[in-house]
């Protein structure tokens, strides 16, 4: 399978290809470079999960409302808890899974699907757990402003928020939802690394598309379409968990939420999940895939 250890020639399934060893953080800064470019749409698709009654209903609308009333850099809150998750989580969980198929790749050929699912898996709930705390982050700082005034949190930034979480409520706080959270993890890293390596060898493969742009892309958009589709009722519940002002049972959580809303909370907001995970998946992919063609061309490999 033609995996991104490989150099960039196309793979007829036999034949031998160049191996490079990537830096462990490459993807955790191409998810940074991401998440630069789709924040906005992340922020609205919080809103519409944490949504009250008598909120906006739509992107389109939560949109407006939030550029009415907290202006362009209104969409950009919490930015830098963000940030910090991807530093945190990308980085783990790209990181373990290109070690893991270093380990498991040869010369001669590549670990099978069900492989890369395993590893993604494993390298998800370890991103997971050491992402938990700048997530938590991210959903407060997002949900913050649409708050009463009296219910705020008002950090300041990322740094500020986890020193007033862990003095205010403690250092359990840092992983509130976490199994959720994690379990959340193990589901996108299985469905957007793997996929994205599944359909990536398959279009290089059985189609006459070369290792470039349009591979690339391709390959991105169908990972993203199967990771949201896959994740959107876990991150409903992750969602919920991490902005509620009280703690509540995972049990207690799910039949609240069925008893109000029905079966159609497992996909509210997939296409603004959709409409931010897309663009994320394809811009960290296709960043991530500079990343390495600049790498291989720095160290003097053939690309």
Not at 34 to 50: E, G
Not at 257 to 279: A, K, Q
Request: proline share 4%; aromatic share 10%.
């Amino acid at each position: 399978m033609s995996s991104s250890g490989t150099s960039g020639r196309k793979s007829d399934g036999n034949q031998s290809t160049q191996h490079v060893h990537y830096p462990f953080w490459f993807g955790g800064s191409a998810s940074c470079f991401a998440a630069t470019v789709t924040h906005p749409l992340d922020l609205i698709k919080v809103r519409l999960q944490t949504r009250s009654p008598d909120a906006p209903k739509g992107m389109l609308k939560t949109f407006l409302h939030i550029l009415k009333n907290n202006g362009i850099l209104g969409l950009y809150n919490g930015l830098s808890a963000s940030l910090l998750r991807q530093l945190t989580y990308s980085t783990t969980r790209f990181g373990v899974y290109e070690e893991l198929k270093e380990v498991f790749t040869t010369s001669f050929s590549s670990p099978s699907f069900p492989s890369l699912v395993a590893m993604a898996s494993t390298s998800g709930f370890l991103g997971g757990v050491a992402g938990n705390p700048a997530d938590v982050l991210n959903v407060r700082m997002q949900h913050d402003a649409a708050l009463a005034p009296k219910d705020r949190r008002n950090y300041k930034h990322a740094i500020d928020g986890l020193v007033r979480m862990t003095r205010e409520e403690g250092w359990r706080s840092l992983f509130r939802g976490v199994w959720p959270n994690s379990m959340r993890a193990v589901l996108m890293t299985a469905s957007q690394l793997a996929s994205y390596d599944g359909f990536k060898h398959v279009l290089l493969t059985k189609t006459s598309l070369e290792d470039n742009l349009t591979t690339h892309f391709t390959a991105s958009f169908l990972a993203g379409f199967v990771a949201t589709t896959i994740c959107s009722p876990v991150d409903v519940i992750k969602t919920r968990v991490m902005s509620a002002k009280e703690s509540k049972g995972l049990a207690r959580l799910l039949a609240d939420i069925y008893r109000l809303e029905g079966v159609s909370w497992m996909f509210r907001g997939w296409v603004p999940s959709f409409i931010r995970l897309g663009p994320h998946t394809i811009a960290t992919f296709l960043f991530l895939e500079q990343h390495k063609k600049i790498y291989r061309h720095l160290r003097g490999f053939d690309d």
